[in-house]
């Protein structure tokens, strides 16, 4: 027998069923980052460090032996060893300074490092294309998109904004974004010694009062959101939408014809009303 099918309006959702999250992402490792990973801890807030393993005879970076306590909680991600220009470098130095910036990192760590941005910003297509058979998953450029969507291609991922372009304005049109059929996303980035030399940690602090606290969104490091994301990709879904199966471990939220839905890690579950 012939079974009517009725289209469905399915969204993906962050986690909790919230449409919008929140990232940050800081590079180089300097002592000013203990004074941000406090402020990001005293709001709620999330970020990723970008470090570079073999820069330790330098005192205006966090010794290794702190990496591990200082930024519980956030990711640690990788800068490559030394912080080259890549674009002028034989491809085959790049990737061992991607590799074993990674394998340090995770020594110290104690768990994968997936995550990187491009030094200097400097990058070429072979690098870019390189990366995943490095154990990489994501990697930040440099500039502001000024806007809130996913990224088409994370191993170009651009910030909304660095700290010091329109943060604050930012902040207030992001924190009054409506509109659920849409997933949005901030993202900011910077170096934390900046904060010090131009005497400015006011800015910051007020951009974590400002987006604090919100129940729309959703805090997470940068390799929170690919993994996330990845997730919600691999969801299999009937042609009727009436079934979904979620492969991976881990829940994903749904909007189905505006009712959230949680697809918990290796079921099937039905969606009918």
Known sequence: MEENMNSRNIYICFPGGRHKALTLSYDDGRREDQRLVALLNQYGLKGTFHLNSGLTNDERRIPQSDWKDLYQGHEVACHTVLHPTMARMPVAQAAVQVLEDRNRLEEIVGYPVRGMSYPNGSY?????????SLGIEYCRIVGDSHGYSMPEDYFTWKSTCHHN????????????????????????????????SENNWELIEEFCRTVSGRTDIWYATNIQIVDYMNAAKALKFTVSGNQVWNPGAEPVWIEVDRNIVKVPGGECILLVE
């Open 124 to 132: 070429t297509e072979e690098i870019r294309r390189l990366l995943p």
């Open 165 to 196: 372009h329109q943060l604050m304005e930012h902040a207030r049109e992001f924190t009054g974004l409506f509109r659920t059929q849409y997933l949005f996303l901030m993202y900011v980035w910077g170096h934390s010694y900046e904060f010090e």
